[in-house]
């Protein structure tokens, strides 16, 4: 498709891969929508994930792809239209966190959890408190010039891949204290049985992509 087309996922469903050479891909805001894809590379175009929620269920080795994932985002070719001062895309390996659900969908350790949440929020509970600064803390870089490889759930909060005074500022920004898991962030469950194998989870994969 040429540069001003775009695919719009007007619902939660899965793909076995999604390429984007350019163009816009886009999952509209509202309705609690996820788009779950096998594999994602983003060339020329750009993903607008909004309010929803993105799972990149990979085969690759734990921990591949967050370098990727950073870079897109750093690059703002993944992003969320509904980012604000106070929000941001956040994203995280499920090996680290051990969910076994994310927004209503079963998802396994080989899977990278991406939604709007607070700027700061590191453990993905939906605030920015004490905990998450003491997250930023514990891992602080100070500046590297874009060659460290943090990521969120570190303290990098503005996709830099270091820890350093720009991510305790949003920190400081987004601060919202402990919200007893309610606050704007990711609707998650804790781990007990992890989701059942790709091959059962019902859905019919496809493959899209934007050129």
Do not use: C, H
């Amino acid at each position: 498709m040429n540069n001003a087309a775009a695919f719009i996922v007007g619902a939660t469903q899965t793909l076995n891969a999604l390429t984007i050479n350019s163009g816009t891909a886009q999952i509209p805001a509202g309705a609690n929508k996820v788009l779950k894809t096998s594999a994602l590379t983003i060339d020329a175009g750009t993903l607008d994930v909004a309010d929803n929620a993105l799972v990149i269920d990979y085969t690759a080795p734990i921990g591949a792809l967050m370098g990727t994932v950073r870079s897109y985002l750093a690059a703002g070719k993944l992003f969320s239209s509904g980012q604000t001062t106070t929000k941001r895309l956040g994203y995280i390996d499920n090996a680290t966190a051990g969910l076994s659900s994310f927004s209503g969908q079963p998802v396994d350790p080989t899977s990278i959890l991406l939604k709007l949440t607070t700027a700061g929020d590191a453990d993905f509970d939906g605030d920015t408190d004490g905990v998450d600064i003491g997250t930023w803390a514990v891992n602080f870089t100070g500046e590297l010039g874009g060659t460290g490889t943090m990521t969120w759930a570190q303290g990098d909060w503005d996709y830099d891949g270091d820890v350093d005074g720009v991510d305790a500022g949003l920190w400081a920004t987004a601060f919202t204290g402990e919200l007893g898991g309610g606050g704007a962030g990711l609707n998650t469950t804790p781990p007990s049985a992890i989701g059942a194998p790709r091959s059962s989870r019902g859905a019919t994969p496809v493959r899209i992509a934007l050129i």
